[in-house]
């Protein structure tokens, strides 16, 4: 089956840094990448997507980028605020979902 | 609605009483999918429904969970003699397809006492 991890499980941020999740897959045939944030209570919601024919795509305050060649995935986000904090996902086109890495953000 | 409902939002029941989760798709949403998850853990896969049928239900953990969606539209999540440890969160979402965007539901919270 496919593996997918993060990094770190947990990252703490100061508001209006910047903020780095990243997420490594096993699977080299994956094509389709999303990131999803679920806040507490709530069911995941889609942030951004890229397939693998890009290695970069920018969203409002988000970016993804892509790296086949290690099989990494990261999500930027910039000036990280306060309502950003949540458990972060990043899914490998398969609909499953490791751990997830809790972004919390400090006032 | 405009988004994935699910039904109840929450349920308590009985240990080895059996229950029903309710979800209903975003409409033209082909795609389905059933979840669950537990404090502080990501949603584990269930089932993946094409349509009507079980495209992939590798995820159900034993053979007290089943799953229909017999008109491709509305879903049913069954489980059946609950357990303790059946206590989660039932998650649905639904897509356009594979490798699209998926929409996820509210979620149902399940207490088995």
């Known amino acids: 089956g496919e593996s997918v991890g993060l990094h770190l499980p947990t990252l703490s941020v100061q508001e209006g840094d910047n903020s780095i999740i990243n997420c490594a897959y096993s699977n080299s045939a994956s094509d389709y990448f999303i990131w999803y944030k679920q806040e507490s209570g709530k069911g995941p919601q889609f942030i951004i997507d890229i397939r693998s024919n890009m290695d970069k795509r920018q969203g409002q305050r988000v970016t993804v980028l892509l790296n086949k060649t290690v099989k990494h995935l990261s999500l930027q986000i910039a000036a990280t605020q306060p309502g950003d904090s949540a458990v972060y996902f990043c899914e490998v086109g398969d609909m499953r979902f490791g751990a997830g890495t809790r972004l919390t953000v400090k006032p | 609605g405009a988004g994935v409902s699910q039904t109840p939002s929450n349920k308590v029941t009985e240990k080895g009483k059996y229950v029903e989760l309710r979800c209903d798709p975003i409409?033209?949403?082909?795609?389905l999918y059933w979840y669950r998850q537990s404090l502080g853990q990501g949603p584990e896969f269930l089932i993946y429904f094409q349509g009507t049928g079980a495209a992939d239900d590798s995820g159900l953990p034993n053979d007290r969970f089943f799953a229909v969606r017999p008109e491709g539209s509305v879903s049913t999540l069954k489980i059946q003699r609950t357990e303790r440890g059946d206590s989660a969160v039932y998650l649905c979402?639904?897509?356009?397809?594979?490798?699209?965007?998926?929409?996820f539901g509210q979620g149902t919270r399940l207490t088995v006492v």
């Open positions: 409409s033209g949403h082909t795609a």
């Open positions: 979402a639904s897509s356009l397809g594979r490798n699209s965007e998926a929409f």
